[in-house]
């Protein structure tokens, strides 16, 4: 069964970088049928996708965080990373690592447990 | 992007009840609707793909319908494993969107 585990800093300052890292395990981001990536939820409110990369490399991003988004995969580790660069209070979200399948409704079958990022001085 | 609505945004329910929530998109989304439930402080589970395909696992209780705007998520019997956040994800076209979720609470 795949397991995806979010890490990293838990608060971040306004304008600098959030970066976040997805431990896969029980599957291979090097094999292809899914995609791997991130959905985010800002407290009390809906989930917002953000973005996932295919085990070619292709990326794709949300049309509004694009200009400041980085999504990249390391095959030797087996993980999936975030980056999102000038960060604002508005980006202050419980941010999943999610696998998403390649088909025809894509269903996002697997969540990491989520992890909660404040943005604040 | 394509506006995922759904109704209502709260809902209370007694067990054993039949509750229906709706979401409708801003444009057709043909069948490509996702149904995810959500408790507090955990992370979103797929319950049906493409409008009406319950995920293994999921309870048979719970269906799904729709085409091209309007969509159903239907509960037969709630059980109180149900009392969730639900919320609809449409996957027609690029970015994915989600409705806002409804809150399903005890009666």
């Known amino acids: 069964q795949v397991q995806l585990q979010e890490s990293g800093p838990g608060l971040v300052r306004p304008s600098e970088t959030l970066s976040l890292t997805c431990m896969v395990s029980?599957?291979?981001?090097?094999?292809?049928?899914?995609?791997w990536g991130w959905v985010r939820q800002s407290p009390g409110k809906g989930l917002e996708w953000i973005g996932y990369?295919?085990?070619?490399?292709?990326?794709f991003y949300s049309p509004s965080l694009k200009s400041r988004l980085i999504i990249s995969g390391d095959k030797s580790k087996n993980q999936v990373s975030l980056r999102l660069t000038s960060v604002t209070a508005a980006d202050t979200a419980v941010y999943f690592c999610?696998?998403?399948?390649?088909?025809?409704?894509?269903?996002?079958?697997?969540w990491g447990q989520g992890i909660l990022v404040t943005v604040s001085s | 992007d394509i506006q995922m609505t759904q109704s209502p945004s709260s809902l209370s329910a007694s067990l054993g009840d039949r509750v229906t929530i709706t979401c409708r998109a801003s444009?057709?989304?043909?069948?490509?609707l996702n149904w995810y439930q959500q408790k507090p402080g955990k992370a979103p589970e797929l319950l049906i793909y493409?409008?009406?395909h319950l995920q293994s696992g999921a309870p048979s209780r719970f269906s799904g319908s729709g085409f091209g705007t309007d969509f159903t998520l239907t509960i037969n019997n709630l059980q109180p494993d149900d009392y969730a956040t639900y919320h609809c994800?449409?996957?027609?076209?690029?970015?994915?969107?989600f409705g806002q979720g409804t809150r399903l609470h005890v009666k």
């Open positions: 999610a696998r998403t399948e390649v088909g025809a409704s894509s269903p996002t079958d697997t």
């Open positions: 029980g599957g291979s981001i090097s094999l292809g049928g899914y995609y």
């Open positions: 990369i295919y085990y070619s490399g292709e990326v």
């Open positions: 444009q057709t989304i043909r069948t490509y």
């Open positions: 493409e409008t009406s």
């Open positions: 994800q449409q996957t027609y076209a690029s970015p994915p969107t």
